[in-house]
C-alpha cells in the first residue's frame, strides 16, 4: 500500500464513451502526476499539477483532460478514445517542486482497454 | 536533450548480488537520481534516492561516481521475488523535468 488508491482498476470502454479516472492520495503531498505506460514501452509523463496547478503537459491529445480540485485528488476525463489509448495509466503523488520531486509514489494503475 | 541510458533486460541467479547501471550524462549539479522497482500491473514502487557517492537503505545501495554521469543500483542476495523491471529517473532541478529510463528487465533464475 503506497498511499495513493486509483480507481477503477479496470476499464473497457467504446470510442464514444466518456469515462473518467480518479487518483486519490493521503501523503500529505502537493504535486500530483499522470503517467502512460503501453506494453513494452517506458513510462510517459502525460500531466503534472503542482499546488493543484497544472505546469506541464507534454503534447497529450485533447481527448485527455485533466482535472486536479485539490491537492489530494487528481482526475482524468477521457472522451472519444482510440484503440492506441489503450494502456496502464498511473497517478503517482510528490512533494511539490522543488522538493524531492524525484521521489514519487504510484498508485496500482487503472489497465484501460478501448474497443 | 537530457537523457538516461539502461540495459534493457539482465539475468541472475538467487543468492547473487546484481548491480544495474544507468547512465545520464548531461546530469547537472542539482538534479537527484532515483530507482524503482516495478512488477507486471503495478505501480512502480520507490527504491533508493541519491545524489553522490553512496546512498544504502534496507533493499539496495545506489553507487554515484564523483563525475555523476552514472549511477548504479545494487541489489545483495537477490532472490526470485526481485524478478521485476527497474527504472532510473533523474529529476532536473534546472527545469523540473524527469527524464526516465526505459527500463531494465531484471530475471532471478533459481
Known amino acids: 500500500e503506497t498511499g495513493v488508491t486509483q480507481t477503477p482498476r479496470h476499464l473497457v470502454m467504446g470510442m464514444t464513451n466518456k469515462k473518467s479516472l480518479k487518483c486519490e492520495q493521503h501523503l500529505g503531498h502537493n504535486a500530483m502526476y499522470w503517467y502512460k505506460q503501453s506494453a513494452k514501452k517506458p513510462l510517459e509523463l502525460m500531466f503534472v499539477y503542482n499546488f493543484k496547478e497544472q505546469t506541464e503537459n507534454n503534447s497529450v491529445p485533447s481527448r485527455f483532460s485533466p482535472e486536479c480540485p485539490n491537492s489530494s485528488h487528481l482526475f482524468l476525463h477521457l472522451h472519444t478514445l482510440q484503440p492506441e489509448d489503450s494502456a496502464l495509466y498511473l497517478c503517482?503523488?510528490?512533494?511539490?517542486?522543488?522538493?524531492?520531486?524525484?521521489?514519487?509514489?504510484f498508485g496500482p494503475g487503472t489497465r484501460l482497454t478501448v474497443t | 536533450l537530457a537523457k538516461t541510458t539502461q540495459p534493457i533486460s539482465m539475468d541472475s541467479y538467487e543468492g547473487q548480488e546484481v548491480n544495474i547501471t544507468c547512465s545520464h550524462n548531461?546530469?547537472?549539479?542539482?538534479?537527484?537520481i532515483t530507482w524503482y522497482q516495478q512488477f507486471p500491473s503495478q505501480g512502480p514502487r520507490f527504491i533508493i534516492q541519491g545524489y553522490k557517492t553512496k546512498v544504502t537503505n534496507e533493499v539496495a545501495s545506489l553507487f554515484i561516481p564523483a563525475d555523476r554521469k552514472s549511477s548504479t543500483l545494487s541489489l545483495p542476495r537477490v532472490s526470485l521475488s526481485d524478478t521485476a523491471v527497474y527504472y532510473c529517473l533523474v529529476a532536473m532541478d534546472s527545469n523540473y523535468q524527469l527524464i526516465w529510463g526505459a527500463g531494465t528487465k531484471l530475471i532471478i533464475k533459481p
Open positions: 503517482a503523488s510528490s512533494h511539490a517542486r522543488p522538493d524531492s520531486f524525484g521521489e514519487q509514489y
Open positions: 548531461n546530469i547537472a549539479t542539482n538534479d537527484y
